[in-house]
């Protein structure tokens, strides 16, 4: 019975036993799978995190791509396309540190040198530790050992572990711990240097410090692509560069043109006025062209006003606005500068040009004016007038000389009408032919010093331009008019500014009447309503046109404009009355008339002396001012009267 109860409970703890190892295997095997799944989850969970970072790295990439191209369009400046591309690659990509090498030679060298580096911490401890701005640290270019120019050189990314190779072959001096201290600071960092290339010429270099001791596979294909589109974005912007450089640079010397001048003019100006700071303006004009080009060829005068050119490019600081004004003449805004140093810098580049032979031509010489804003006048318009004016006594003095402006209370009538004349003839304000205008121009120039040889000289500019429209009349006597004139205003104790814009108005009294057509100036028959309007309209309108702009004439417009009005208010073109009318007007309106009548006509002949007094007399108070009739007549009798004395 024993025996039976022992087999029994024997095969029962069998079978449990058999269940338990087969629930022991079974727990086994799933510790084993567990134990895959996990293993597998956490191969797949860290996979997954790689492949998150590795996207997150590539959208950040294409984010800073993006940028990069957006910059092609936009027409920025190359620095600020640069400036774009390494902050972006520290922003947006998370690099360290970025700095864009540039190819430069305006040394005695080709070298490298920092155009942008990105605006971070880290561009700030590199220049502390190099005691300067790492823009100043050029690397001579002609040395090969050096990594950059080997990436340069070979067109291929280059990959180095210390940041102190970059300055190997600098040009200045850097000491050894600061370069271990570069070291230091972007220790074990991988730094990869990318070449780049503007329309197949080397342009320089990007260098950019990684994160990462070691660089990836994906850092190296996204370095690839962005070197490419670098080139691409760079470019672009150089011509954009190259465009805006042409359009306001002058093409023969490089200097800035007209155009640019005048922009710089006005900001100048209006900083010297809000902060009370003058500023001031060189005007240099070659001396001779025509002879150089006449006994050397055009190319000879080309060679010589490009050398000015570069005269005035090497002695120029970095904030003055050399430019070419036109022809020969050259203009130099000196922002900051005075009078006394202005007059230093003048005379620095006219001894800098004489003392720069051209080959083939030999020494040339320029004459140099200068005036200083805030000093001489507060006015853009005088000061380019009074620079001229000085420039001009240079040339009358014997050129190859700085001269300086005079005071605009100090100018007198003769040199008001002197520059008057040359702007008119330079600026063809008056259609006459432009041989003749160029030989007056010339003798302008060569106007005399003396203040009666220079009266003398402007009567026959005068005498010049009044044949030239106005052949079938008899010429008039400007002198004596001016001396008529003068003598009335003394008489009516009229200032000396008053009558000097009375002299120079009687000088420039005919001018208006170019703009009147031949056939009309000269029809022998009467004129019709039509034809009496134009001849009232065009001397004004033209007085106007070419006289207001016209500074030093300025004062003069008004005056020609109303001295055609009549004492009875019936004249011409504002219908004004009695004292309405300036002064000048009507002394000149007095004047003129007696001149006119005892002057040939196209359909009278003249009017002897006693005729023309006579209307003048009978038109008093109706016409012309009664009391400077008489005040005329009796000037003009002392004359005649003088003049018969003199013959017996």
Not at 168 to 196: H, T
Not at 231 to 256: H, K, M, P, S
Request: hydrophobic residues 40%.
């Amino acid at each position: 019975m024993f025996s039976n109860f022992y087999k029994r409970w024997k095969r029962i703890f069998n079978r449990y036993q058999r269940r338990i190892g087969r629930l022991e295997n079974s727990v086994m095997d799933d510790v084993h799978n567990f134990k895959e799944v996990f293993e597998r989850n956490y191969v797949l969970e860290k996979e997954i995190a790689e492949r998150t970072l590795e996207l997150n790295q590539a959208n950040k990439s294409i984010l800073t791509l993006k940028h990069i191209l957006s910059t092609m369009n936009s027409s920025e400046p190359l620095s600020e396309v640069l400036k774009t591309i390494v902050n972006r690659l520290a922003n947006d990509v998370g690099y360290v540190c970025c700095m864009i090498f540039q190819l430069n030679q305006t040394g005695p060298f080709k070298g490298l040198k920092v155009r942008s580096i990105t605006d971070n911490e880290y561009a700030k401890k590199i220049n502390e530790i190099l005691g300067e701005d790492i823009k100043n640290i050029e690397v001579c270019y002609d040395i090969k050992n050096n990594a950059m120019v080997e990436a340069i050189n070979d067109s291929n990314i280059i990959n180095i572990k210390k940041f102190s190779v970059l300055f190997d072959s600098a040009v200045q001096n850097i000491e050894e711990k600061k370069l271990q201290a570069l070291d230091g600071l972007l220790n074990k960092r991988s730094i990869s240097i990318l070449p780049i290339k503007v329309q197949d010429e080397d342009f320089g270099c990007l260098v950019v410090v990684s994160v990462r001791s070691e660089i990836t596979n994906t850092e190296k294909n996204f370095l690839s692509l962005l070197a490419g589109q670098m080139e691409l974005a760079v470019t672009i912007a150089n011509l954009f560069e190259q465009i805006r450089e042409q359009a306001i640079t002058d093409g023969l010397t490089g200097l800035y043109n007209r155009r640019h001048f005048d922009q710089c003019l006005v900001t100048e100006a209006d900083r010297a006025i809000r902060l009370n700071q003058p500023f001031s303006v060189i005007s240099l004009d070659l001396d001779h062209l025509k002879f150089i080009n006449d006994n050397y060829g055009h190319a000879a005068g080309d060679a010589a006003i490009k050398r000015i050119g570069e005269v005035l490019k090497m002695n120029a600081r970095s904030i003055d606005i050399p430019s070419r004004f036109g022809g020969e003449e050259f203009t130099i805004i000196l922002p900051g500068i005075d009078t006394e140093g202005a007059m230093v810098a003048a005379e620095r580049l006219r001894i800098a040009i004489e003392t720069s032979p051209l080959p083939g031509v030999g020494t040339i010489t320029t004459s140099v004016g200068v005036a200083t804003f805030l000093r001489h006048t507060d006015s853009i318009g005088e000061i380019l007038e009074l620079v001229d004016q000085a420039l001009y006594k240079a040339k009358r003095n014997g050129r190859n000389q700085v001269q300086l402006a005079s005071l605009k209370e100090e100018m007198n009538w003769q040199v008001m009408a002197l520059l008057t004349f040359v702007d008119i003839l330079t600026k063809q304000r008056v259609p006459i032919n432009k041989e003749l205008a160029d030989d007056l121009i010339e003798k302008l120039k060569k106007a005399p010093n003396d203040e009666q040889d220079l009266q003398d000289f402007l009567y026959y500019i005068v005498d010049s331009l009044t044949f030239t429209f106005e052949p079938a009349y008899q010429r008039k006597d400007i002198q004596e008019k001016i001396e008529i004139a003068a003598e009335m205003a003394k008489r009516l104790n009229m200032s000396r500014g008053e009558r000097d814009c009375l002299k120079l108005a009687i000088l420039l009294n005919d001018v208006g009447k170019m703009m009147v057509p031949e056939d009309l100036l000269l029809k022998p028959g009467p004129l019709d309503d039509e034809e009496k309007k134009r001849i009232i309209k065009d001397p004004v309108t033209a007085a106007k046109e070419i006289l207001e702009p016209l500074k030093p004439s300025a004062c003069v417009v008004n005056i020609m404009e109303s001295y055609k009005e009549c004492w009875d208010g019936t004249g011409y073109p504002g219908e004004l009355k009695g004292s309405q009318i300036p002064l000048a007007s009507r002394i000149i309106s007095v004047i003129d008339a007696y001149f006119a009548m005892t002057s040939d006509r196209p359909y009278r002949k003249a009017l002897a002396h006693e005729q023309a007094v006579q209307i003048l007399k009978e038109s008093a108070n109706i016409k012309w001012d009664e009391r400077l009739v008489f005040m005329f007549v009796e000037i003009m009798e002392k004359k005649k009267n003088s003049v018969i004395t003199d013959k017996k």
